[in-house]
């Protein structure tokens, strides 16, 4: 099979972190008989610095005639830094999110039994964890009318969602769910918020079309606690865009690395891969960022895009290899073992499949 494949390392660490997912999924297309083209395109700081705008139209012709998009990170301190930049990397992140119709975020968590231990949760508390959220990505509080008045002193954020946003996206839990273990949570604060109330009476009003689903409705409140309670008490989660941003952060430390995360965005049109981790910026040219979360969001790609099971299934067995056998970066290394760069965790990879 041939695939072309956009690729947008983004900034930071974003280009070192995808150099290592390129190379070893062009070692699974030798193994497999596939061959990839890889179209690389600008966006975030990058393109800021080199036209003027965060997601070129360029970048977008690129990923709408791609099969997928590998997307690294974005994000730059002189923009973290000013909150007066008129232009910023993430709103290119969400112009990107718009236009590519991405309005479903699929972000797994689920833990390696190698390290375990690394969590900062007890053991106890996340064996069997293996949840998936998904999250609303092109609606809500991020992309509802915002601004100042009063001259400055007050600001405000509108939260709108339509009954059809909500819909498309239980629509894929529930898909979702069925080929899991037939479980759904919808997240909401349908005490307070009126949105909240839309999202669930929308869902409750789904669940005849599948009967099979046993649903049930949390205060995202009481997400937020049971995640660091009994996060394997969960299957599949779905909720809308501001509360999936924070809970899916805060489910990605339990495997005991943001380092480790894959994610995908589907929707409308083609469909993008990254890591769950930002920029890094501090470890840019370091060569010491963990590259695993985008390797799985490879394996990610090759699966849910592609359709190639055995593909994904060959990368991420390997990434347990490496983890089993300590082949592995900074982040995750046992003090005062060896800690291997960026670059030799690729190479081994690749040496290993």
Known sequence: MKF???LLAGDGIGPEVINEAVKVSDAIAKKFNHEITWTPALTGAAAIDAVGVPYPDETHEICMKADAVLFGAIGHPKYDNDPSAPVRPEQGLLLMRKKLGLFANVRPTFTFPSLIDNSPLKRER???TDL????ELTGGIYFGEKGRRDGGETAFDNCVY????????AKKGFELA???SKKLCCVDKANVLETSRLWRETVQAMEKDYPEVTVSYEFVDAVAMRLVQWPNSYDVLITENLFGDILTDEASVISGSMGLMPSASVGEHTSLYEPIHGSYPQ???LNIA???ATILSAAMMFEDAFGLKDEAEAIRAVVNKSLEEGIVTEDLAPKGSKKYKTSE???WLVANL
């Open 4 to 6: 072309n494949i956009a």
């Open 126 to 128: 996340i064996e069997g």
């Open 132 to 135: 998936v959220f998904l999250r």
């Open 162 to 169: 339509t009954r059809v946003e909500v819909q498309r996206l």
């Open 178 to 180: 069925m080929t899991r």
């Open 283 to 285: 470890a840019t040219g």
């Open 290 to 292: 963990n590259p695993l």
């Open 345 to 347: 965790v690729g190479d």
